[in-house]
T-cell receptor
Framework: DGGITQSPKYLFRKEGQNVTLSCEQNLNHDAMYWYRQDPGQGLRLIYYSQIVNDFQKGDIAEGYSVSREKKESFPLTVTSAQKNPTVFYLC????????????FGPGTRLTVT | KQEVTQIPAALSVPEGENLVLNCSFTDSAIYNLQWFRQDPGKGLTSLLLIQSSQREQTSGRLNASLDKSSGRSTLYIAASQPGDSATYLCAGDNAGNMLTFGGGTRLMVKP
């Protein structure tokens, strides 16, 4: 099956700890994206990558870091996780130049205590 | 910078009712407009994509329209069913730039 996987589905961390979220796709897409969704809100772009070894900041990149060493993988690290209501992180991918045609993963829910 | 707003934020209707969800955007240079469905705790599923040269799209009981001059898109759901209960998000892009999402409308269809 082709698709996007995110792991883990649920993640718990203490305030101040770094945490890394996994995103893998086997769709052979060039571009990958990370979004943050707060309860009852829409999606906000954190980082995106259009090719391997290159990535760009989105609207809310502060407090996050990414890497793109392989085409299939785009891990997101939340640095010094702040105590907040549970946040939902969504990963997506698309063909390069077709940002409007993104395929989304199932998401990771992060709770910081 | 493009801003996208969805009204209402939540909507509850009885089964069988026809309903309209609204999406407004600030930059009329919007290129593509897309409607997504999100079930609780899940990712997004694309419902309808209105590309730059189009004004509406239809899929089954769903119809989406786009009026760039007024900065509005509507999603029409005919004969609503309990299975339609979900959050509906609209998102637009400006010719290859990133998607900008609205805050979503949480729909509850009561049997």
């Amino acid at each position: 099956d082709g698709g996007i996987t995110q792991s883990p589905k649920y993640l718990f961390r203490k305030e101040g700890q770094n945490v890394t979220l996994s995103c893998e796709q086997n769709l052979n897409h060039d571009a990958m994206y990370w979004y943050r969704q707060d309860p009852g809100q829409g999606l906000r772009l954190i980082y995106y990558s259009q090719i391997v070894n290159d990535f760009q900041k989105g609207d809310i990149a502060e407090g996050y870091s990414v890497s793109r060493e392989k085409k299939e993988s785009f891990p997101l690290t939340v640095t010094s996780a702040q105590k907040n209501p549970t946040v939902f992180y969504l990963c997506a991918s698309s063909w390069r130049g077709r940002t409007y045609e993104q395929y989304f993963g199932p998401g990771t829910r992060l709770t910081v205590t | 910078k493009q801003e996208v707003t969805q009204i209402p934020a939540a909507l509850s209707v009885p089964e069988g009712e026809n309903l309209v969800l609204n999406c407004s955007f600030t930059d009329s240079a919007i290129y593509n407009l897309q409607w997504f469905r999100q079930d609780p705790g899940k990712g997004l599923t694309s419902l309808l994509l209105i590309q730059s040269s189009q004004r509406e799209q239809t899929s089954g009981r769903l119809n989406a329209s786009l009026d760039k001059s007024s900065g509005r898109s509507t999603l029409y759901i005919a004969a609503s069913q309990p299975g339609d209960s979900a959050t509906y998000l609209c998102a637009g892009d400006n010719a290859g730039n990133m998607l900008t999402f609205g805050g979503g409308t949480r729909l509850m269809v009561k049997p």
